[in-house]
């Protein structure tokens, strides 16, 4: 290609011109680690390395290479996605922890009334057997020091 035809392209033969540079991996991590670490935005970063205007770049490869893109700011900072994410696993814990909760005081709930109903009857069957002794004079209790009949 000739210096002409490379102009007409829009690119530069100047090497300084970083924009069209190919960057490895691991130059796009250590850029998009910068970014994270120091708090700058994308287009500073982005200007830092090329001197233009970041028309996306940054997030593509943050996309591509799989680092969280769905903060609503500007700047990444690591350590504000991993409080994030502790406090989300910590809610999910509590969460997990307060429906167990309400299960056992459910269960508990769920037992004494079923204990009460149990002494309701038994204190209505003996208030019953107490009456139906006293009106027909006969003894429906069993006595416990009898001997058993041959």
């Known amino acids: 290609m000739t210096k002409k035809s490379k102009l007409t392209l829009g690119l530069k033969e100047d090497s300084s011109n970083r924009s069209n540079r190919r960057y490895s991996e691991q130059e796009k991590h250590s850029i998009i680690q910068e970014m994270i670490s ?21 997030t593509r490869w943050m996309r591509k290479l799989g680092y969280n893109n769905n903060l609503k700011s500007k700047k990444f900072t690591f350590a504000i996605e991993n409080i994030i994410m502790q406090k989300k696993k910590v809610l999910r814990s509590q969460a997990e922890e307060s429906l167990e909760n309400l299960q056992f005081k459910k269960r508990v709930e769920e037992l004494e009334k079923q204990l009460k109903d149990a002494e309701m009857k038994a204190v209505a069957y003996s208030t019953m057997v107490d009456i139906a002794e006293k009106e027909f004079n006969i003894q429906i209790r069993k006595k416990f020091n009898t001997k058993p009949s041959k």
Request: glycine share 14%.
């Open 38 to 58: 120091s708090g700058c935005t994308k287009n500073e970063i982005w200007q830092k390395y090329t001197g233009y205007k970041d028309h996306g770049q940054i």
